[in-house]
Nanobody
Framework: QVQLVESGGGLVQPGGSLRLSCVGSGSIFSIYAISWYRQAPGQQRKLVATITSGGSTNYADSVKGRFTISRTNAKNTVYLQMNSLKPEDTAVYYC????????????WGQGTQVTVSS
């Protein structure tokens, strides 16, 4: 069974930076695209960024130029570097993988809280 575990959240002032990590179990982690989503209170979960197995990336317009997604397959880890943070970035951030091609279903991590406030 594949699991995703996020870490790195916390409280940061506006303009600050955080780096989130998503560690996956299982040898097939590296062949899948991994995404970061976020969910603010009272709002739907929204896609933030995706990185494919080959390293191609996509970002939501709201984070382009401020967030960078990357991966180190040797460590089964995907990162989300978040710079120039704004109060509206406050949310629970989730790691996600669609592994239905391997009959493993869709996998969500437990989430990590990011709070941007002075």
């Amino acid at each position: 069974q594949v699991q995703l575990v996020e870490s790195g959240g916390g409280l940061v002032q506006p303009g600050g930076s955080l780096r989130l990590s998503c560690v996956g179990s299982g040898s097939i982690f590296s062949i899948y695209a991994i995404s970061w989503y976020r969910q603010a209170p009272g709002q739907q979960r929204k896609l933030v960024a995706t990185i494919t197995s080959g390293g191609s990336t996509n970002y939501a317009d709201s984070v382009k130029g401020r967030f960078t997604i990357s991966r180190t397959n040797a460590k089964n880890t995907v990162y989300l570097q978040m710079n120039s943070l704004k109060p509206e970035d406050t949310a629970v951030y989730y790691c996600y993988a669609d592994m239905r091609a391997s009959s493993l279903g869709t996998i969500w991590g437990q989430g990590t809280q990011v709070t941007v406030s002075s």
